[in-house]
């Protein structure tokens, strides 16, 4: 179908005003049009209670009709919608194939996480990366918001915990929770504790410092109550900052114990509480963070980071970021009843030194987790789960660039962000532990090329 004077959305439901306005932005931005008059094509957007939450319907014909089972399945349907959009090379004119499609993701969670604490990001790059999900039909952009070299959330109960130069002002995080809404992305708010916490040490020592007889300036001080009461505060700054997520990340991972043992307030919290060891305290500490997420309505994640068995149970109601497979392995959590996201670490990490190719990602499955590491079980021996078993324990995967400088993030991320989300989206459960076959990836990889470079245009 030709498109000589773009388009004309409209919707009826109040909800799909914005969504209709995304449809219009990108349109002009890739055809160059001036659309949104007569005699444009008229495009009607419309929630559809018949369909799955997550489906999307598109016909085109004389003229385009999407509808969506929620609304972010129609914003959803919009990114197919720019894909299709064909501008001949020397007439200008604006093609769309006359299709009917039917579609929805095969995993529910598909999500990208940015390194914001390590490596100093500015807002315009955060947003180009939204617009990389949205195009991409990712669904959660995570931002790694503390770490040992800076804390970046803007706390106002407590601002001496904010690195100077580093943290973002709240403005700054309201405007991109309401841009990444627009295109149906929801961002994860992650400060990382008790590990991983050297900026809140150096902020706020009388709090967070240990004082035992060995030094440890990574892990906060477990076995003090004022440090719940902070932490507890910075979960309710958070939920106000972050209104869209219903998830609250809060690391978690690679604690380390020295000086735990030998600290006065932890022996004596130890003590009271009846708790054996350092390792014991951990799992106290996150079934009490547990409790104060659940407490405002919201779901606590976690990187893997707790052993198997232990006296407390750590709850099985949160999620489990599982990356490295060292200290609990895929098989065990699922065996355990706990719920999972797929963060493997070969293929899905990008780092300066350790990143791996969009085929390589491609070849791999929600269901699979790899290593480098030769600490690491799962790198002479791949675990890969049983479909049958996990396709309601693993919610999805999630690519995750660490240390990456603000000027190379965008582009260690877009071609390696396609791969994992058409491996969680255009599956079957009939296909999705299957390798795809050579012909597929050469396949994706010219498809990539292609949106790649419609990828150019939108965010410029």
């Not at 999307?56 to 399945?73: L, P, S, V, W």
């Not at 002002?169 to 309201?174: E, G, I, K, T, V």
Request: include cysteine.
């Amino acid at each position: 179908m030709a498109l000589e004077h773009g388009i004309i959305a409209s919707c009826h439901d109040p909800a799909l005003e914005p969504v209709k306005e995304l449809l219009l932005k990108y349109w002009n931005k890739v055809t160059g049009q001036a659309s949104g008059k007569e005699p444009g094509i008229p495009v009607m957007l419309e929630l559809d209670g018949n369909l799955e939450k997550g489906q999307h319907i598109i016909e085109i014909t004389d003229c385009i009709k999407i509808k969506g089972g929620c609304r972010n399945a129609v914003i959803q349907a919009i990114a197919t919608i720019i894909q299709l959009i064909h501008v001949g090379d020397t007439s200008g004119v604006v093609h769309l194939p006359k299709v009917k499609i039917e579609d929805g993701a095969f995993a529910p969670y598909r999500g990208l996480m940015i390194d914001v604490a390590r490596k100093k990001h500015k807002v315009k790059t955060l947003k180009r990366l939204v617009i990389l999900c949205w195009f991409y039909k990712v669904n959660h952009l995570h931002l790694h918001l503390s770490d040992k070299q800076s804390f970046t959330f803007p706390s106002m109960k407590y601002p001496r915990l904010g690195t100077r130069r580093r943290t973002f002002s709240r403005n700054d995080l309201a405007t991109l929770v309401e841009f990444a809404w627009k295109h149906g992305v929801t961002i994860i708010p992650e400060i990382d504790i008790p590990g991983h916490s050297g900026a809140m040490i150096r902020s706020m020592p009388g709090v967070f410092k240990l004082k035992g007889a060995v030094e440890n300036n990574g892990v906060i001080n477990m076995g003090k109550e004022i440090v719940y009461e902070v932490i507890d505060a910075l979960i309710t700054e958070l939920c106000e900052v972050f209104t869209t997520t219903n998830w609250i990340h809060l690391g978690a991972d690679e604690v380390n114990f020295k000086g735990i043992d030998t600290d006065p307030d932890c022996i004596e919290f130890m003590k009271r509480h009846g708790l054996d060891n350092p390792h014991e305290l951990y799992r106290y500490f996150i079934t009490r963070l547990n409790d104060m997420v659940k407490a405002r309505g919201k779901t606590l994640c976690i990187w893997e980071g707790f052993l198997p068995g232990g006296k407390i149970e750590i709850p099985k109601d949160l999620i489990v970021f599982e990356f490295e497979c060292r200290w609990n392995r895929p098989e065990n959590l699922l065996e355990g009843g706990y719920t999972m996201v797929n963060t493997s670490w070969r293929p899905l990490y990008v780092t300066k030194r350790k990143h791996w190719t969009p085929r390589e990602i491609y070849r791999w499955n929600m269901f699979l987790w790899r290593n480098h590491s030769s600490a690491s079980p799962a790198t002479l021996h791949p675990i890969q789960l049983d479909i049958d078993d996990a396709i309601e324990s693993v919610l999805g995967a999630q690519v995750c660039s660490w240390s990456q400088k603000n000027r190379v993030e965008l582009e260690t991320t877009r071609n390696r962000l396609p791969a994992m989300a058409e491996r969680t989206w255009s599956v079957t459960r009939e296909t999705a532990i299957t390798v795809p076959s050579d012909d597929l990836v050469e396949n994706f990889m010219k498809r990539l090329q292609l949106t790649n470079d419609r990828l150019s245009k939108l965010i410029t």
